[in-house]
């Protein structure tokens, strides 16, 4: 898992870089926890259109641990090697809160991926309230909804913290 993570650190760099002439957009990053026992990364790229309505392309991890048989706690065998899924998709989100320096969304999605025997599908429903930086960095806070079908998990809900980078 933690060759994952990195593999995520260097694409939103590489990503940062290979989209910076194009003007628009931004990269983001989120990580939060999901109920139950359920930790949750996703690396986006988010295209803005008028009055903060947004198309949102990401990438998904999704890591679910549990206690360990024999010692009965959290150990790093339980935690790392429990549960996973990955998964790509689309959201689109409409923007129902404008203020000065901030705004917020509804996050209505699909996605598609795979945990590690089967394929997996997904519909994400959720809210995002971004707040903008002098230097036009944002911050954001999600509130997350998704149905898994074919997962181990059908539903899930959580917070999600996270940076998104503008790219021109």
């Known amino acids: ?12 760099i590489l990503s940062v870089s ?6 628009n957009g931004r990269v983001s990053l989120g990580t939060g926890l999901l109920y139950e026992n359920g930790w949750d990364v996703t690396l986006a790229y988010e295209h803005e259109t008028k009055y903060h309505n947004a198309w949102e392309f990401f990438g998904n991890v999704y890591l679910k641990w549990d206690e360990c048989a024999s010692c009965k706690h959290i150990c790093p065998d339980s935690f790392w090697r429990n549960y996973r899924s990955y998964g790509v998709g689309v959201a689109y989100k409409p923007c129902v809160v404008r203020g000065r320096n901030h705004h917020g969304n509804l996050r209505l999605g699909a996605s598609a991926g795979s945990d590690t025997h089967d ?16 230097s036009g960095v944002q911050l954001f806070w999600q509130v997350k909804s998704d149905v898994m079908i074919k997962g181990e998990d059908l539903f899930r809900t959580g917070i999600v913290l996270g940076v998104k980078l503008p790219l021109n």
């Not at 898992?1 to 939103?12: A, D, H, Q, S, W």
């Not at 290979?18 to 003007?23: D, H, Y």
């Not at 394929?119 to 809210?127: A, D, K, P």
Request: proline share 0%.
């Open 119 to 134: 394929f997996l599908g997904g519909l994400h429903v959720g809210y995002e309230h971004n707040y903008a930086l002098r």
């Open 18 to 23: 290979a989209f910076a002439q194009s003007g």
């Open 1 to 12: 898992m933690r060759k994952y993570l990195l593999t995520v650190v260097c694409t939103i």
